[in-house]
Nanobody, 117 residues
Framework: QVQLVESGGGLVQPGGSLRLSCAASGFTFSSYWMNWVRQAPGKGLEWVSAINTRDGSTYYADSVKGRFTISRDNAKNTLYLQMNSLKSEDTAVYYC??????????WGQGTQVLVSS
């Protein structure tokens, strides 16, 4: 079965960096677009970033553009999110999600990111 396991979250000071990872199994990772989505405390889900399967093209929400970088290693079945210049408003649970037919059909359990001094 599909499994997505996020890691790398934690506490970081404003302006700091973190790299999230998402280990995928149970499907052909290289064949699917992958996404990062986050949920801040008391708020709804916010799409963060996506990466395609063909040429590695990437897409970002305006709120993270220029600060976050999504990447994938198809040989390791792993998705990454490099987060730089973190702000307090980036505090959220971050989920990786597998996309199929324009829908996010499988989700990980999430990893908590807390940006605070």
């Amino acid at each position: 079965q599909v499994q997505l396991v996020e890691s790398g979250g934690g506490l970081v000071q404003p302006g700091g960096s973190l790299r999230l990872s998402c280990a995928a199994s149970g499907f052909t990772f290289s064949s699917y677009w992958m996404n990062w989505v986050r949920q801040a405390p008391g708020k709804g889900l916010e799409w963060v970033s996506a990466i395609n399967t063909r040429d590695g093209s990437t897409y970002y929400a305006d709120s993270v553009k220029g600060r976050f970088t999504i990447s994938r290693d198809n040989a390791k079945n792993t998705l990454y999110l490099q987060m730089n210049s973190l702000k307090s408003e980036d505090t959220a649970v971050y989920y990786c999600a597998k996309e199929y037919s324009d829908s996010l059909v499988n989700w990980g359990q999430g990893t908590q990111v807390l940006v605070s001094s």
